[in-house]
């Protein structure tokens, strides 16, 4: 016999000797079973998420899926099925995704709703966005060709909008408290009244900030009532400033005091300390309940006033810094700044929205449209709304609400469509019109729907009207 021959025989009994006594033969292998990559993503319930989100992502998503299969079968078991596979790769993207900042339709009547982003930009501020998206004259003078400076457009039409010494503009009110605090109070005392030190959203309080910019606070007065003699008595050698905080998100009502704004900046000024006032809002003028407004806390004589730039003022999230030239200057100079300063899109819808109250048009922004709206307007859509779900809804008086995080107390007089989910329950109809593209956000009361149009631009009636009547129609 062929030596060569016999060789390849001998080494095939001696493999065949080594599959028997020693590891298994994987030809009955459960894990064979399972499909490949390429075989799970042509499955019709993943091939239109590819046209949305791209292959890499599907593909990680999928091995990931065939890798858990592989580990619970190498116990024993069947292979799942490939839907069962497909529907846990898509469960797992969605579980990815869902989170996204996404559009959605807010039909509850609150206009600065903290959870919705509060103010929506106006369609100048878009615009202004758009065009900023790409290369844009952030730093760049086109006059001379140079480097410009930051944010210089937005100090200008805020000096000119408030008549203000100077003004800068940073990321957040919060951020613009810390940097004031850090710039002007570290290692030192900050006055504060006992009933300002709020929680201003997110956990975060007026005294865990004034800790993490190093200063001292000295609470003067008790909860509900605080005098000027308080601050007086307060004020040291230590003392670097005087903190004015409106409590945006709670009040205090019946046995209360609080000094006058004018009566403090005269004490602040008589030991040569600053006042800062922070109103919060973003309120320029005029009244809306206890909000203070701009121009009031400018006219008092406040060293300098800080406030957001959405909210009322119905911009992008800013905070804004206005008053005396040599604070802000200082302000704008400290190592804290180029933390908080706001990045070329912010800047962008700034500008436009600074713009927009420069050339007295509040209509263009759309907080101060939706707080203006007639209510002979609101009831007329809510009538043909009411009118294309039928019997199961109908037209009432209702109040909607200004904010809120912040001002949650303001109450707007409104009118609403009250819904009787006829066959379903209010969670299942409420739970369906957030699964809606764009999603709707209603709120509910004592088992029933309601939908406030306050808060939908007159467009989107119909998207409303739409998603609602799927709904009903699916019971």
Excluded: C
């Excluded at 670097?240 to 900046?265: M, W």
């Excluded at 009411?386 to 200004?402: I, M, S, Y």
């Excluded at 469509?417 to 809606?436: H, N």
Aim: charged share 25%; glycine share 10%.
């Amino acid at each position: 016999m062929d030596p060569t021959h016999q060789a390849g025989r001998t080494g095939q009994a001696e493999r065949g000797s080594r599959r028997t006594g020693g590891e298994p033969d994987r030809a009955g292998d459960p894990r064979r079973a399972l499909p490949k990559v390429d075989s799970l993503l042509a499955h019709p319930r993943l091939v239109e998420r590819l046209g949305v989100w791209g292959r890499p992502l599907l593909t990680t998503m999928a091995r990931r899926a065939l890798d858990e299969a592989r580990a619970s079968l190498a116990g024993g078991g069947q292979p799942p099925p490939l839907d069962a596979l497909a529907g846990a790769v898509s469960d797992a993207l969605d579980r990815l995704t869902s989170g996204r900042v996404r559009a959605v339709v807010n039909a509850t009547g609150v206009v600065l709703h903290t959870n919705l982003g509060r103010a929506p930009l106006s369609a100048q501020a878009l615009e202004a966005v758009k065009a900023a998206a790409g290369y844009s004259t952030v730093e760049f003078d086109l006059t001379t060709g140079e480097r410009g400076k930051r944010g210089s457009t937005v100090s200008a039409l805020l000096r000119e909008l408030t008549g203000a010494e100077a003004a800068l503009a940073v990321n957040n009110a919060a951020a613009a408290l810390m940097l004031i605090l850090g710039a002007f109070a570290r290692d030192r005392e900050v006055i504060v009244s006992r009933g300002e030190l709020v929680e201003i959203g997110g956990e975060f309080r007026i005294p865990s900030i004034l800790e993490a910019a190093g200063a001292n606070l000295v609470e003067v007065g008790a909860t509900n009532r605080t005098h000027l003699a308080d601050y007086a008595s307060a004020i040291g050698k230590r003392t670097a400033l005087i903190l004015v905080v409106h409590p945006s998100n709670y009040r205090i009502e019946g046995f209360t005091a609080q000094p006058a704004l004018a009566d403090l900046v005269e004490l602040a000024g008589a030991h040569r300390l600053p006042l800062v006032h922070d109103l919060g809002s973003g309120l320029l003028r005029g009244r809306l309940g206890d909000e203070p407004a701009l121009d009031e806390s400018l006219s008092a004589g406040v060293d300098l006033a800080v406030f957001s730039g959405d909210k009322l003022f119905g911009g992008p999230q800013a905070g804004l810094v206005v008053g005396r030239g040599e604070l802000v200057a200082r302000l704008a100079r400290h190592p804290i700044a180029r933390a908080v300063r706001i990045d070329k899109l912010t800047l962008a819808a700034l500008e436009a929205t600074l713009l927009t109250h420069l050339s007295g048009r509040p209509d263009d922004l759309p907080v101060l449209r939706m707080l203006a709206v007639p209510l002979d307007e609101l009831r007329r859509r809510a009538e043909r709304l009411a009118t294309g779900l039928g019997e199961r809804a109908k037209v009432r008086e209702g109040t909607g609400v200004v904010g809120g995080g912040s001002l949650p107390t303001e109450r707007l007089p409104s009118v609403v469509v009250e819904i009787t989910p006829l066959g379903l329950t209010e969670t299942a109809v409420v739970s369906g019109l957030r699964a809606a593209d764009p999603p709707v956000i209603v709120r509910t009361e004592r088992g029933r729907v309601l939908v406030d149009l306050r808060t939908v631009p007159p467009e989107q009636d119909d998207l409303v009207l739409r998603s609602l009547q799927e709904i009903m129609s699916a019971r």
